[in-house]
């Protein structure tokens, strides 16, 4: 059985004739579909009738996420989960060749919190770059006729993100190019060359920009969890773990619920084909400190929130505008922040008092 959150997608998307039936019958490979993004697309694709195989390495994604809630799994994993590094050009190769999907749904790059951004760029950009190019250049060979890639508001430029406050950028914002981290270059270079691809050859080719996501299945580890799941882990193991917030909590981003980013990302082949770059954002701007009051509250616990000034902060500021959205593929934020936590929340409680996640690494 669907979950709830993909039932409510599918649902929505049908009541809106926006087409979904297209995915009926269709072959697909998502990159990166072990992932925390990939495994909820993987499930809404097979929801939609889609035949799904994913390639991952598992570097940040698990089998785990690919099973549904009563523990079936949700793609045949004998033959369906092809494991791969797609560093390696001859892997991206043969999947696209032995797969031929009518569409590549491409997620796969090295995505982490801010600590480990920041500690490994030329390693983020060296290997993203790869990935990205290697399956660009792979489909291209092979063939396929459609692929959708995933960029990232981390690549706006410094300067329009130096505090909070500032007006919700739009696409053409992103150049003159000047990301802040090597993640935000690799994603940019990202949609550069799938841009590329789209003009060279015959395939078409989606772009979405998406800011912060969150929600059920983000990684809570240490070592590489983004800012919301890690001060989740913070407020469900308080006090043997003490809830110390990164930098001043004044930097502020757009936080996008994951069920809603599958509902854009469900969208892009009906109606977001060779369109440039879609922002998807929420066009609000949270600041860390509220959304650690926000944690506070709905943990229910009595916190002291600790913000530690030494720490890294990234970006000051940044939000996204979502008219081309709206316009090209009729998406809309459909959850708010609060109830977007508060099934996050929930979700992780539940996974750290089972024992279920790694917490460390
Ligand atoms: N999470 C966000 O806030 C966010 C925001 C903007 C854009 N994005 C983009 O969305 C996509 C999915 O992000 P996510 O949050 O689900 O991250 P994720 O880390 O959960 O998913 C990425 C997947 O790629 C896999 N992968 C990494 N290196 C690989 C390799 N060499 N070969 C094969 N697989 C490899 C990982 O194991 C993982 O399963 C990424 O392209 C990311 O840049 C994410």
Same mark, same amino acid.
Request: glycine share 6%; no cysteine.
């Given at each position: 059985m669907a979950s709830m959150m993909i039932s409510k997608i599918l649902e929505r998307l049908t009541n809106e004739n926006v087409g979904i039936e297209w995915y009926h019958g269709k072959k697909i490979l998502v990159t990166g579909g072990a992932g925390f993004i990939g495994? %909820?697309?993987? @499930? $809404?694709?097979?929801?939609?009738g889609a035949d799904v195989y994913v390639v991952d390495n598992l570097w940040r994604g698990s089998l785990e996420n690919l099973k549904r809630e009563d523990g079936s799994d949700v793609i045949n994993l004998d033959?369906? /989960?092809?494991? +791969?590094?797609?560093?390696? /050009?001859h892997t991206a190769s043969k999947v696209c060749v032995d797969v031929f999907p009518d569409i590549i749904f491409h997620l796969a790059d090295i995505v982490a919190g801010i600590d480990y951004v920041f500690s490994n760029e030329p390693f983020l950009f060296r290997v993203n770059n790869r990935i990205n190019s290697n399956v660009f250049t792979a489909a291209r060979e092979a063939g396929i006729k459609r692929l959708v890639y995933l960029g990232s508001a981390c690549s706006y430029p410094k300067e329009l993100q130096e505090k909070p406050g500032s007006v919700p950028l739009v696409e053409e914002q992103m150049y003159p190019a000047n990301p802040e981290s090597a993640y935000g270059w690799s994603k940019?270079? &990202?949609?550069? @060359?799938?841009?590329?691809?789209?003009?060279?050859?015959?395939? @078409?080719? +989606?772009?979405?920009?998406?800011?912060n996501v969150y929600g059920? *299945?983000?990684?809570?580890s240490k070592k590489r969890s983004q800012v919301i799941?890690?001060?989740?882990?913070? $407020?469900?193991?308080?006090?043997?773990? @003490?809830?110390?917030? %990164? &930098?001043? &909590? =004044? =930097? $502020? *981003?757009? /936080?996008v619920y994951v069920g809603d980013v599958i509902d854009a990302i469900l969208r892009v082949p009906i109606k977001g084909m060779n369109k440039g770059p879609i922002q998807i954002g929420t066009a609000k701007e949270t600041t860390i400190a509220e959304l650690a009051s926000l944690l506070v509250s709905i943990s229910g616990k009595k916190i002291n929130i600790i913000y530690d000034k030494d720490q890294p902060e990234g970006d000051g500021g940044r939000s996204g505008n979502f008219n081309k959205a709206k316009l090209l593929l009729g998406w809309d934020v459909f959850t708010s922040l609060e109830e977007g936590l508060k099934h996050t929340f929930d979700w992780a409680s539940n996974q750290i008092s089972k024992g279920l996640v790694n917490l460390d690494d």
């Open positions: 495994s %909820w697309l993987v @499930e $809404a694709l097979v929801e939609s033959d369906h /989960f092809l494991y +791969g590094d797609l560093k390696e /050009f940019l270079m &990202g949609e550069y @060359e799938a841009e590329l691809l789209q003009k060279y050859s015959d395939m @078409e080719v +989606g772009i979405l920009r998406l800011h059920p *299945r983000a990684i809570m799941p890690s001060l989740i882990r913070k $407020a469900v193991l308080y006090p043997n773990e @003490e809830f110390i917030v %990164w &930098g001043s &909590g =004044q =930097q $502020a *981003r757009d /936080f």
